[in-house]
Antibody
């Protein structure tokens, strides 16, 4: 059974660094073609793809935020991380991680809500 | 970036209708198009991938098609449980981009 679960700080202050963790089971990120993406959704708005890391360790970023994003994975291939530097109120959103094997994210985590506030 | 123009933004439909939601890509995306349903407080659920393939466990009343760079999601004889927000996603090239969403209300 494929499951993903995001975790994060819940709330942080502007200008800080947001660190998110995606813990997953039921698949291996070392499998050829496997990708884990980060996607966010401000309340009441559409979805925004942020970054992804694939089975080979290649990383992909949304150019609109690239300078602030870092995606990584652990050596056991059971967790993926996302760091966003210099957060501001516009980064307030629910953050999802999702798995892709092939062309589309098929399994998503439940999401973690992050609020940026002073 | 590839822009996905989704329409309509919202619609209200009866249980006897055929519901159609469209997404037009700003360039060719080689059918790397998927559709998701999202209910309040939940994560998106995959319905259709590769433009026309039904995801596992999704009822056959959902279908996808393409005409040029316009992709469509059709729901035949929708059920009350089909209410929610529907999004398209292009995964042809990064950054992947979503449509703005269509809020579907069943009456």
């Amino acid at each position: 059974q494929v499951t993903l679960k995001e975790s994060g700080p819940g709330m942080l202050q502007p200008s800080k660094t947001l660190s998110l963790t995606c813990s997953f089971s039921g698949f291996s990120l070392s499998t050829s073609g496997m990708v884990v993406s980060w996607i966010r959704q401000p309340s009441g708005k559409s979805l925004e793809w942020l970054a992804a890391i694939d089975w080979d360790g290649d990383k992909y970023y949304n150019p609109s935020l690239k300078s602030r994003l870092t995606v990584s994975k652990d050596t056991s291939n059971t967790q993926v991380f996302l760091k966003i530097t210099s957060v501001d109120i516009a980064d307030t959103a629910t953050y999802y991680c999702a798995r892709s094997l092939g062309s589309r994210p098929d399994y998503w985590g439940q999401g973690v809500m992050v609020t940026v506030s002073s | 970036d590839i822009q996905m123009t989704q329409s309509p933004a919202s619609l209200s439909a009866s249980l006897e209708e055929i519901v159609t939601i469209t997404c037009k890509a700003s360039q060719g995306i080689d059918d790397y198009l998927s559709w998701y349903q999202q209910k309040p407080g939940k994560s998106p659920q995959l319905l259709i991938y590769d433009a026309t393939s039904l995801a596992d466990g999704v009822p056959s009343r959902f279908s996808g098609s393409r005409s040029g760079t316009q992709y469509s999601l059709k729901i035949s004889r929708p059920q009350v449980d089909d209410s929610g927000i529907y999004y398209c996603l292009q995964s042809y090239s990064t950054p992947y981009t979503f449509g703005a969403g269509t809020k579907l209300e069943l009456k």
